[in-house]
Each structure stands twice: as structure tokens, then as C-alpha cells.
């Protein structure tokens, strides 16, 4: 029998699962091979300190994965077969070029894994869940089952949220969700404040609502406060929508002090405040979220689509009370039924296991690595980003326009996005957003950064663009 302690603080996972986790890292490693016998599990249990049912689910899911194989009067045996599914994935099903081409570059993206480990580890959850496919593909009830909004509730308290059950709700993708909560909060022709220069999904949703937005000066701390107690006196506002922090376009990021001078004055006024909090997981150390501050006032929304992944189409909505979200529940009932339970339960069991920490561990590392280059090829002052920031706001010199730049730059491989589409109110500044992320590799980021280096450093007619 062999002789094994698994050390589960090597996984973030609930202990169960930990075991199993353990199991796989050090078949991976060779401290288990093929054929080995497991302990028993009444007396595993009592070497590691936890009760028979924590070890049993843990053999358990091991076999799930294809790890171990149990049998009655003989023990559990480690097979290894999830590195034989691994392989025979990797060679049985290669990526389909038809899907690997299809990027819009437009978007804002965080940079997408390239690490052979990480990518395994995002496959095998995706097998994992295929192993409930059949319920997975049914109708459910809107806003998770209870499984995933408990893997929502322990991804919102990394960002110092611990709201109940009853307040969280697993949506399809912020976007619908603004569009449900706004609906809730302003009828036609009401008013809605922004930053003056915002996230464009929010100028589309509210015209397609039809309703007046007005945007808010700013300065390198998000809205000023003056500013927005003077649209309160004089609009009366029906909610405020912040991006709080990496704020796309302007990457900036409202300091804890400003955060409550905002809800000083939205609470004077009783505005509610819509938080799109998409970016709120990158950052180490974030300020706290407006919904921690005033809660009793904040929507708060925990996209996925900037620290995990676009195409999950998930977002986490915190309602600030039960009643509040009685209304939200019906209108997203009635614009999307549900959130895709395969994407859910894929989201979940990435939590759950510790890839999605991984994976953001990974953006991370490589949104600094990108922000980096440009710090090495644009001239200080000439850009604004952040260390952790998926983009730059570039104002344009040397004659430039938005619309000759982003013409020039249109074969470059990155994302080039004029003013016009952020821009609330007044004329758009001759300024672009220059998005670093996506499948674009480091060298033909570096070269795209070094041919818009190169075109601001001298004029639109030098650069030769147009014939």
C-alpha cells in the first residue's frame, strides 16, 4: 500500500476536492504512478484530521476525473486516467482554424493564456462538466442554483463583498444586466449620469432605452463629486453608472477617498449607483467596492468576461436588497430566460478547483508584461494606462485625427477605437483607445506598438498611408 499524506493547502479548493486535486499534482509529479493503492479511507481521514465523508467525496471525485479506480475488498488504485484523457483530447480534437480566426479586435480583451499547464487545467474542467451534460442542457430556474451562487458569493469576497444568497444572481453577461437594472430604475426620457467620457456598452443601452444621459467632468479621480451633486440639484437623477476601476477607456481607478465623497452625495440625493465593477478582480489590491460603502444603494456587477474569460457570457449582480430584486429577477426572466448552465457550471467548477485564479494570476502577469512594451516604446506622459490595464487612452499629436489614425492602424493587428465612441457629451476629443489584449502575441504586439510609435513621431502625410 503506498504510503500517502496529501498536503491539501497545495490546493484552493473545498478539502474534498482538494484531495482529488492533490491526487492528480502528484500523479503529474511521479510521487504517484499508475497502480499505486490509496490509503483507506477511515484512515486517511484520521491522519489528515477530517471526518470519513470529506475523504469519501474526495476518492469520489478523483474517479470522476479518471484519476483512481475503486473496488470493493481491494482498495482505490491510481490509473492515471486523466493524463490519457488529457492526450487523447489534445490529439483526438485539434482546434478547428475556423473558430481559432474569429477575434474582434474593436473589443476591450484581457490576454489569453498561452501556458500549456493552464490550458490543460481549463480543458479538464471543461470535460468535468461535460459529464452532466444532459441536465446541463435543460431549462433552470434564473440566477444559479444554489452550488453556483455559493462559487459566486466566495469570487465576490475577494473584492470584500459577503452579500446573501438571496442578493446574488448568476446573469448572461453584464450587458444584459445593465440593460435589466437600468430599466428597473429610469423610464424613457428620465435622466442617468456617467462619466463623461464611459464605457460605450453604456451609451448603446441607454439609447436603446431611451434615456437621457449626461455625462460628468472628470479629472484623474474619476467624477467630481461638485460636479454630481450639481447634476443632482439640477437633472434629478434617476441612477449613476460607474466603471470604478481601470476605468475603460481612461484606465483610472476611483481612490477610496473619492469613492466616498460619491456616495456622500448619492446618498444626500438618493440616486442609486450602478457599479460595473469589470475589472475589479484584476488589480491586487483594489480600493473596496462602492457596494461595500453603500450597499443599501449599489447594483453592483461582477463581470467575468475581463478576469476569466468573454465568451463565458457571466456576470455576478449583487441587488441592494430582496425587494430590489424582485423587479430585476422579471425583467431578466423576460430578456434572457437564463444564464447558459453550461457556462455556469463551467465557471463554477473553475472556481471551485482553483483555475480561475490561475487564469487570472496569468492576466496579470501578462496585461504588465504588454504595459510594459508600451512604456518602453511610447515616450513618457505621451499615453495614459496603468500597470494592469488590457488598454491606453492615447490623445493624438503632430496633426493627427482620431479617424487618419485609426485608418493607419487598421492593419496592425491590435485594437484602434476613435473618441466618438465614449464620448457623452460635448465634441470628442482627437484621442484613441489602444487595446493591448486578445490572442496577439508579445513580438507582433511589440511591432504594433513600434509602427504607432513610429506614425506619432511624425506627421499623417510622412507616414504614407494614403494613396
Known amino acids: ?28 509529479s511521479g510521487n ?29 471525485e478523483a474517479q470522476k476525473r479518471g484519476l483512481v479506480s475503486s473496488h470493493v475488498g481491494r482498495g482505490t488504485f491510481v490509473t492515471g486516467g486523466a493524463d490519457k484523457e488529457r492526450r487523447g483530447f489534445v490529439s483526438e480534437a485539434a482546434p478547428d482554424p475556423r473558430r ?5 479586435f474593436s473589443m476591450n480583451m484581457p490576454p489569453e493564456p498561452d501556458d500549456p499547464e493552464l490550458i490543460a487545467r481549463m480543458r479538464e474542467g471543461l470535460t ?18 444554489g452550488m453556483d451562487k455559493e462559487a459566486a458569493a466566495v469570487w465576490l469576497s475577494r473584492r470584500g463583498l459577503v452579500p446573501s444568497q438571496e442578493r446574488i444572481f448568476v446573469t448572461p453577461g453584464a450587458h444584459p444586466a445593465l440593460l435589466a437594472i437600468l430599466g428597473i430604475l ?5 435622466t442617468v449620469l456617467s462619466e463623461n467620457i464611459t464605457y460605450p456598452g453604456m451609451r448603446s443601452i441607454a439609447a436603446q432605452l431611451r434615456l437621457n444621459l449626461v455625462g460628468l467632468p472628470m479629472d484623474e479621480d474619476g ?27 481612461m484606465t483610472l481607478t476611483i481612490p477610496e477617498r473619492r469613492r466616498e465623497e460619491i456616495c456622500a452625495v448619492a446618498r444626500k440625493y438618493g440616486v442609486p449607483i450602478v457599479e460595473d465593477d469589470a475589472y475589479g478582480f484584476v488589480p491586487l489590491h483594489a480600493p473596496a467596492p462602492l457596494a461595500a460603502m453603500a450597499p443599501d444603494l449599489t447594483w453592483h456587477i461582477g463581470g467575468l468576461s475581463k478576469c476569466i474569460g468573454a465568451g463565458l457570457r457571466l456576470a455576478y449582480v449583487v441587488a441592494p436588497d430582496t425587494k430590489a430584486a424582485w423587479p ?12 447558459s448552465p453550461l457556462s455556469v457550471a463551467l465557471a463554477t467548477r473553475w472556481i471551485e478547483d482553483g483555475t480561475a485564479d490561475s487564469m487570472l494570476q496569468f492576466i496579470r502577469a501578462e496585461a504588465a508584461a504588454r504595459q510594459a512594451l508600451v512604456a518602453g516604446i511610447l515616450p513618457k506622459g505621451s499615453y495614459r494606462g496603468d500597470p494592469l490595464g488590457f488598454n491606453i487612452w492615447l490623445p493624438l499629436t503632430e496633426g493627427w485625427t482620431r479617424s487618419t489614425f485609426g485608418s493607419h492602424m487598421r492593419s496592425a493587428g491590435i485594437g484602434v477605437v476613435a473618441s466618438d465612441a465614449f464620448t457623452v457629451d460635448g465634441p470628442a476629443p482627437e484621442a484613441v483607445r489602444v487595446c493591448l489584449g486578445g490572442p496577439i502575441q508579445r513580438p507582433a504586439l511589440k511591432a504594433a506598438l513600434e509602427f504607432m510609435g513610429h506614425a506619432l513621431e511624425t506627421s499623417p502625410e510622412m507616414a504614407g498611408s494614403f494613396f
Open 1 to 28: 500500500m503506498k504510503t500517502w499524506k496529501p498536503d491539501l493547502t497545495r490546493s484552493r479548493s473545498p478539502r474534498y476536492m482538494a484531495i482529488a486535486d492533490v491526487i492528480e499534482m502528484d500523479l503529474r
Open 32 to 60: 504517484l504512478v499508475v497502480g499505486d493503492r490509496l490509503p483507506p479511507q477511515r484512515e486517511l481521514a484520521k491522519v489528515l484530521g477530517v471526518d470519513f465523508t470529506t475523504v469519501a467525496r474526495g476518492y469520489l
Open 100 to 104: 481559432a480566426s474569429i477575434v474582434d
Open 128 to 145: 468535468a462538466v461535460a459529464t452532466n451534460l444532459l441536465p446541463l442542457l435543460r431549462y433552470q430556474g434564473f440566477g444559479g442554483a
Open 186 to 190: 429610469a423610464k424613457p426620457g428620465e
Open 223 to 249: 467624477i467630481l463629486p461638485a460636479a454630481f451633486a450639481e447634476a443632482c440639484e439640477m437633472n434629478k437623477p434617476k441612477a449613476l453608472y460607474l466603471n470604478p476601476i481601470l476605468q475603460n477607456p
Open 328 to 339: 430585476f429577477v422579471s425583467a431578466m426572466r423576460a430578456n434572457t430566460v437564463m444564464a
